[in-house]
């Protein structure tokens, strides 16, 4: 298995451009998580869907951002109008189901992103 | 609800140095605790968890963990530090069907 792939590894805009994250889970999970990890708040959940529908999206900062999950193997986290404080490394996951005996959640290996 | 600790967000230690990496946790049922390492520039990756069976739990890497339910601790250990071990370390608890809660981290450094 491919594990969990997210596009682009890396990142660069200017403040206010609208940014896109994608995210393909492992095949035949249920679940997808977004995170955002910074040196100042660490890692942070920002939504997770469970079979493409968003179950809890507490941890979206504010409107800005926008997750969606059009099929099983797609997401996408997007982020419109981008801001320097928005700069981190931003992290999808998924698992089979929500937490559990063999519910681990697997990485994958992030986008940095860095709003000028 | 549930709720992870990490003591020490940076630990140093000498290479072929025991390395102990504590947590504690608080939950109101038997929790799921996990240990994920994160190494440079990557996601993070499962070094064990611990799931209501043995509370000694052996992971990658010559990693291991008790879960002592007295003192509410899930603290992870290696008895013999090598310079590749060196990764920030998350503790995460969760409880069956709701969700991960990470710790803040904690940053290994081993020194030669």
């Known amino acids: 298995d491919a594990g969990v792939i997210q596009s682009p590894r890396h990142e660069v805009t200017e403040m206010g451009q609208e940014v896109t994250l994608r995210c393909k889970p492992i095949?035949?999970?249920?679940?997808l998580f977004w995170y955002r990890q910074t040196m100042m708040r660490g890692l942070e959940l920002l939504i997770y869907?469970?079979?493409?529908?968003?179950?809890?999206d507490s941890g979206m900062p504010e409107d800005r951002f926008s997750a969606k999950m059009p099929n099983a193997s797609f997401s996408t986290l997007k982020i419109q109008p981008s801001e320097p404080r928005d700069s981190a490394v931003y992290f999808c996951?998924?698992?089979?189901?929500?937490?559990?005996?063999?519910?681990?959640?697997?990485f994958g290996p992030g986008t940095r992103l860095t709003v000028l | 609800a549930q709720s992870v600790t990490q003591l020490g967000s940076h630990v140093s230690v000498s290479e072929g140095a025991l390395v102990l990496l504590r947590c504690n946790y608080s939950?109101?049922?038997?929790?799921?605790l996990f240990w994920y390492v994160q190494y440079p520039n990557q996601g993070l990756q499962l070094l064990l968890k611990?799931?209501?069976?043995?509370?000694l739990v052996k992971g990658i890497n010559g990693f291991e963990a008790e879960f002592k339910k007295s003192e509410t601790s899930f603290h992870l250990t290696k008895p013999s530090a090598h310079m590749s071990d060196a990764a920030e370390y998350f503790c995460?608890?969760?409880?069956?069907?709701?969700?991960?809660?990470f710790g803040t981290g904690t940053s290994l450094t081993v020194i030669p």
């Open positions: 996951a998924s698992s089979l189901r929500l937490a559990g005996a063999t519910d681990t959640q697997y």
């Open positions: 611990y799931t209501s069976a043995a509370t």
């Open positions: 939950s109101s049922v038997p929790p799921y």
């Open positions: 095949s035949g999970h249920d679940y």
């Open positions: 869907f469970n079979n493409n529908v968003p179950i809890d």
């Open positions: 995460a608890v969760s409880d069956p069907g709701n969700q991960f809660y």
